[in-house]
């Protein structure tokens, strides 16, 4: 048990060469597009609808395809069967998403500077928790979204899902849910990360082994 | 010879007879050449015509080539048809209140409009830079002496400009000059000057007046002058060749058309060549301007262009269009028109660049040619393909009384917006948050500030007292194109309709007292039936 203690003490604390730190600067350039391009698009088509409804979801606001006016569009469509309308303002998540990002940015700065493996390790685990816990959140809104519908609305139609990723067919409109150009530049990241750790391990082992013999 | 032989022969002869009588009656037509047996469609479609039913034919989700707006005639509208499927789109109010889309029903059209609730369209005119159509107005005239412009942008009557003083039937009107600096008009009786003098027909020659107009478009400063030019029998339609060489003059009642050449137009009045003058304007001389009459048909009226020198006239009497080459004068080849055709206009066909394809023949009859519909038949507009030499008849159409002339221009020429945006909306009683919305008293007049949003009408009541002067404001909150709501009080008489983006007022007297339901009279949505509110009158 100590030996191991000692053992993963000594990996945490060791240093991290140039490679790795250069991967996880990269990361952070990767974050960038979080404040540019949308994270998700919504794009639903119906027969009256040929041209589609088109909605961008950002880290700070919601869009929408026509000048933002098609996020009018499906609220005034929405407001049919009660659905609460979808603003900037009524989502708490555009302000705390880029408060995460640029902190996340700073850590991995961190990381880079620092350049120990426990930075490296954290700032990992931090992301994968942020990715996660975005994933989740946003799944867990639309759920809410399309459930609680308000009972006096023109049109009662039973609680449904928005599909998170995918193709679903909802009354007359085909919904088309993918992830935008911000949400790959997030991946990236993550495999950039992965990158990183996977380099500085490598090296950490062979360091590690001659001081062994 | 014998009695007997005698008889038979005279039986003979007058057998003969009978039968060279029957033989001659059988023979006689009994329909005019070239008419087809039978009436129906049946029996099968020939290539020729598949052919021309391809040409026509624009599938479902295709859009037309061209626009085509046809005067409406006493009707005082302009209406919009596509090229080359002749499907009418729409219609554009200009001189008469149109109840479909509240024209004449709200405060500002209704101010437009003035005292006069009709208008007799002859001529409309694209706007034109270069001596090409730009796209961007449509100038028509009136009988009763205006003149309107329409917005291409969203096919809106923005202004009317008249009665203008002493013009007495404006009819040789709206044309534009090619740079749209100026709009004519012509009137077409004459009267004793200014309006209001009476003086008895006995002294028309001398104290009955014509007047031409120019009605200023862009301010520009150009001298103006008149000089006539002789043409034959009852001279009806004037065109100009696309080059600007030559004036083509048709007297209606001969069998000629006339090209007068313009250079010498401007030689004979450098040189004063005149053959006379009419009450003091002078008379050009005949034989000094004109370079041919080309020998088209009975009763030339109107002539239009094609590329590459085609000429097309109208033949009123001949109820038919030449077709004919500028600077050789040769006839080229004749379609019928059924019937009676008047003006004719071809696919830009008189600006400095037509583009061939197609021709409409305006025609003043159109009996036998559709469904029978009572003693008032529609009028006939028909296309023609004049993509080649031999023209080709390829549709008919039948529209609203009556179209006079046309204009037809590419369709890309022309871009429409699909929304009246928020930011563009200036007007002072408009609200766009439901807040807004309600009613207000100023000066002993209640305003009330409504919004119309599917699918409501905020407020959804409002009360007024009786005998108060009272002024709705709705503004249509939408931004998705064709969203229109309308709003109608009933037994007020109230019925006006507002775009998307757009604001609209109406004033009335709330002279009756009671519960008037209002409501939205244009389909907007799946609960547009119950768009709807209640005014009450104390």
New interface residues.
């Given amino acids: 048990m100590r030996a191991w203690i000692e053992h993963s003490t000594r990996f945490l604390e060791s240093g991290v060469d140039i490679g790795p730190r250069a991967l996880v600067l990269l990361a952070v350039l990767l974050l960038i597009p979080a404040y540019i391009f949308p994270l998700w698009n919504m794009t639903m088509f119906a027969p009256q609808y040929p041209d589609g409804l088109r909605l961008d979801i950002y880290s700070y606001k919601i869009g929408g395809g026509n000048h933002d006016l098609d996020v009018r569009e499906v609220n005034v469509l929405n407001h049919y069967i009660g659905m609460h309308e979808l603003t900037t303002e009524s989502f708490a998540e555009f302000k705390w998403i880029p408060f995460v990002v640029g902190a996340l940015g700073l850590l991995f700065l961190r990381a880079v500077f620092h350049g120990t493996m426990a930075g490296l390790v954290d700032v990992t685990v931090m992301y994968i928790y942020f990715a996660l816990f975005s994933l989740w959140s946003f799944g867990f809104k639309l759920y809410s979204y399309g459930h609680d519908l308000d009972p006096k609305a023109a049109v009662t139609v039973d609680g449904f899902m928005p599909p998170l990723f995918g193709y679903k067919k909802i009354a007359n409109f085909e919904v088309y849910s993918y992830p935008g150009l911000a949400s790959y530049a997030m991946g990236a990241v993550f495999v950039v990360l992965l990158a990183a750790m996977f380099l500085a391990w490598r090296q950490y082992c062979r360091t590690a082994t001659p001081a062994r013999g | 010879m014998n009695v007997r032989h005698r008889g038979g022969w005279s039986v003979a002869a007058l057998v003969a007879v009978v039968v060279a009588v029957a033989l001659l009656g059988a023979c006689a037509p009994s329909a005019p050449k070239g008419a087809k047996p039978g009436k129906a469609g049946g029996g099968g479609a020939t290539s020729d015509m598949s052919v021309a039913a391809g040409k026509v034919y624009v599938a479902p989700g295709d859009l037309d080539e061209y626009y085509m707006f046809s005067s409406g005639g006493h009707s005082g509208q302009v209406y919009v048809y596509g090229l080359p499927s002749m499907r009418h789109i729409s219609t554009i109010p200009v001189y008469s209140p149109y109840p479909a889309t509240g024209y004449g029903f709200d405060d500002d059209s209704k101010a437009m409009l003035g005292y006069l609730t009709w208008g007799d369209v002859h001529h409309p005119s694209l706007s034109e830079t270069g001596g090409d159509y730009d796209g961007r107005w449509l100038f028509v005239n009136d009988m009763n002496g205006r003149v309107a412009r329409v917005d291409l942008r969203d096919f809106k009557t923005k202004q009317i400009l008249g009665p203008v003083p002493n013009v007495s039937g404006n009819h040789g009107s709206a044309f534009v000059t090619p740079n749209t600096e100026y709009s004519m008009m012509a009137s077409r009786f004459s009267i004793p000057l200014p309006k209001g003098t009476t003086t008895g027909t006995d002294k028309y020659a001398t104290d009955y007046k014509g007047v031409l107009t120019a009605i200023k478009i862009d301010p520009k400063k150009v001298p103006g002058l008149v000089w006539l030019m002789p043409c034959g029998k009852s001279p009806h339609g004037v065109d100009v060749s696309p080059d600007g060489k030559w004036i083509i003059g048709s007297g209606k009642l001969q069998g000629v058309t006339t090209a007068f050449n313009f250079e010498k137009v401007q030689t004979a009045i450098r040189n004063k060549d005149y053959e006379g003058d009419e009450d003091g304007i002078p008379v050009l001389k005949y034989e000094s301007i004109k370079d041919a009459e080309v020998p088209v048909g009975l009763g030339p009226l109107h002539t239009q262009f094609g590329p590459n020198g085609m000429a097309y006239t109208s033949l009123f009497v001949d109820s038919a269009i030449a077709s004919w080459k500028l600077g050789t004068w040769e006839l080229v080849d004749k379609v019928p028109m059924s019937y009676s055709i008047g003006h004719l206009a071809a696919a830009e066909g008189d600006t400095v660049n037509p583009d061939g394809k197609y021709l409409v023949g305006l025609n003043k009859l159109s009996h036998g040619r559709h469904l029978s519909v009572g003693p008032s038949q529609p009028e006939s507009s028909q296309l023609v393909d004049i993509s080649d030499e031999k023209m080709k008849l390829l549709s008919d159409t039948f529209t609203e009384p009556e179209p006079h002339y046309a204009q037809i221009i590419k369709a890309d020429k022309i871009h429409t917006i699909e929304v009246y945006p928020k930011e563009d909306n200036h007007h002072p009683l408009a609200i766009w948050d439901v807040k807004d919305a309600g009613i207000a008293r100023q000066g002993g007049k209640a305003v009330v500030k409504m919004i119309a949003?599917?699918?409501s009408f905020t407020p959804t009541e409002f009360t007024v007292n009786q005998g108060e002067t009272v002024t709705v404001a709705v503004t249509n909150i939408?931004?998705?194109t064709d969203e229109l709501h309308g709003f109608a009080i009933l037994d007020y008489n109230i019925n006006i309709v507002i775009d998307p983006g757009e604001t609209k007022t109406v004033t009335f007297k709330a002279e009756k007292k009671g519960v008037f339901p209002f409501y939205c009279t244009n389909f907007c949505s799946?609960?547009h039936q119950?768009m709807q509110g209640y005014m009450i009158v104390k």
């Fill in positions: 949003v599917r699918t939408e931004q998705t799946a609960l119950e």
